[in-house]
């Protein structure tokens, strides 16, 4: 059974924008934190952005602070707001949910909800 759907990836020129989605389940969506992760070819995967139950507090990477926004609705849907992309941007995406949990994690292995992954790709 899918429980996150992720969609919005797609090929951007360098300095455009892109806003992901990730449609959960309510059950998790109600109950989880949230993430969104990044791989890169022959990279590990690392944290993006995350937030917490309530939406109140979020966290970013240091690579995307300022250009990125995580937030949430009350459709169980999460979101990564992307501006001013940079080809070091290209990676597969992924929303995570941290089941149970009011606060969110930086750690991946925290995170028991995996989406399928989304493909950006920026262009120079």
């Known amino acids: 059974q899918v429980q996150l759907v992720e969609s919005g990836g797609g090929l951007v020129q360098a300095g455009g924008s892109l806003k992901l989605s990730c449609a959960a389940s309510?059950?998790?969506?109600?109950?989880?934190?949230m993430g969104w992760f990044r791989q890169a070819l022959g990279k590990e995967r690392e944290i993006v952005a995350a937030?917490?139950?309530?939406?109140?507090?979020t966290y970013y990477a240091d690579a995307v602070q300022g250009r990125f926004t995580i937030s949430r609705d009350n459709r169980n849907t999460v979101y990564l707001e992307m501006n001013s992309l940079q080809p070091e941007d290209t990676a597969v995406y992924y929303c995570?949910?941290?089941?149970?949990?009011?606060?969110?994690?930086?750690?991946?292995?925290?995170?028991?909800?995996w989406g399928q992954g989304t493909q950006v790709t920026v262009s120079s």
């Open positions: 309510e059950r998790i969506f109600s109950t989880s934190a």
């Open positions: 995570a949910a941290k089941r149970g949990s009011r606060y969110y994690s930086t750690r991946l292995n925290d995170y028991d909800y």
């Open positions: 937030i917490t139950r309530n939406g109140v507090m």
